[in-house]
């Protein structure tokens, strides 16, 4: 009787989990994907935009905040600007988060951001970058973000869902240590060659306009890094470059011009990568950009610390421009 119960059980378990909702292989779905799939039972639409969520958001989305799957920590409590605001969230916080916006074990998530500028994905690839790292990688992004949804006539809404209280868990996964590069890692790739660093910053203007509190590479305009400089050997690209504009609507790149603005930056695809910026922001876009778009894999790496943690570490060195 014990095994016929094993056996039912095993059944349902492998039935349950046939009945989630699968996404590409690059982590991107577009505006008719998400129609064709916005009833799913299994699918949880989640908008990280910083604004506007109250007005209007796609039907049946909940909001994430950053504080919902980010947070700061403490490097040194007695020291001036010790607050490092760049890191993944703990895992308790992950795990309320998931719960309260309705993730199932065996649900599929879809983030999307605003979709108005060249860089907007990076919201949606950090989240993406929070869930992987929590082994949960059943996740995409949505091309063209709210703004490409409400141009292609997607559902919108201006009320909050219902919810019910989703039983993800993390007991029993085994959080993807692949994709996150630490402190020592960077002092590695720096010291030895064995991998990249990717400013992902960009490349400094001098412009009036960026350069007035801009925090471009290699320069110190964002209070929340100590040192001026870049990474000695870094390359530098803006994820911002990585899109195409369409009638006011920024879309990601195909491979072919992702690839190419990867080569332009003097970045080897086929060797190891660590992506930074000052705080784990537009790094998570060429992270996601370089792990899916171009495919390189488990070689695409981010520094969630990135420069307002490596800038207060002692005898390291940075390149000024």
């Keep these: 009787m014990q095994k016929i119960l094993t056996g039912l059980a ?14 590409p292989e690059n982590h991107i779905v577009d505006d008719a994907w998400l129609k064709s799939h916005i009833n799913d039972k299994s699918l949880v639409i989640v908008d990280v935009r910083k604004k506007g969520y109250a007005k209007e958001h796609i039907k049946g989305a909940v909001e994430w905040k950053s504080k919902d799957f980010r947070e700061g920590r403490y490097r040194n409590k007695n020291s001036e ?29 879809v983030f999307y951001s605003d979709g108005v500028k060249g860089k907007d994905f990076r919201d949606s690839a ?3 970058f929070t869930c992987e790292y929590y082994g949960f990688d059943n996740v995409a992004i949505l091309d063209g973000g709210f703004a490409g ?18 039983d993800f868990t993390l007991k029993g996964r085994v959080f993807n240590q692949t994709i996150m590069a630490t402190g020592e890692d960077v002092d590695e790739a720096i010291w030895t060659g064995n ?5 992902s910053n960009g490349k400094q203007e001098k412009t009036k306009n960026e350069e007035k509190g801009s925090h471009w590479y290699g320069t110190a305009k964002d209070p929340r890094r100590l040192k001026e ?8 690209l803006h994820p911002k470059v990585l899109s ?6 920024y879309y990601l790149g195909d491979k072919n011009l992702v690839e190419s603005k990867f080569k332009e930056a003097g ?12 705080t784990g922001h537009l790094a998570a876009a060429t992270w996601f950009a370089g792990k899916y778009i171009i495919g390189m894999g488990d070689k695409s790496k981010m520094y969630s610390g990135s420069m307002a943690e490596y800038t207060r570490w002692s005898k390291r060195k940075l390149i000024k421009n």
């Design 10 to 23: 095993t059944l349902t378990l492998i039935s349950v989990s046939a009945m989630a909702l699968s996404v």
């Design 81 to 109: 600007q010790a607050m490092i605001p760049g890191y993944v969230a703990a895992p308790l916080t992950i795990e309320r988060t998931m719960q309260k916006s309705g993730v199932d074990n065996n649900s599929t998530i």
């Design 126 to 128: 950090l989240a993406d």
């Design 149 to 166: 949804w409400k141009k292609a006539n997607g559902e919108i809404d201006n009320e909050k869902p219902e919810i019910e209280k989703g």
């Design 195 to 199: 991998s990249q660093t990717l400013d």
């Design 229 to 236: 400089g870049h990474l000695p050997n870094a390359k530098a």
């Design 244 to 249: 195409v504009k369409k009638d006011g609507v």
């Design 267 to 278: 970045v080897d695809i086929t060797k190891p990568l660590i992506s930074y910026c000052n």
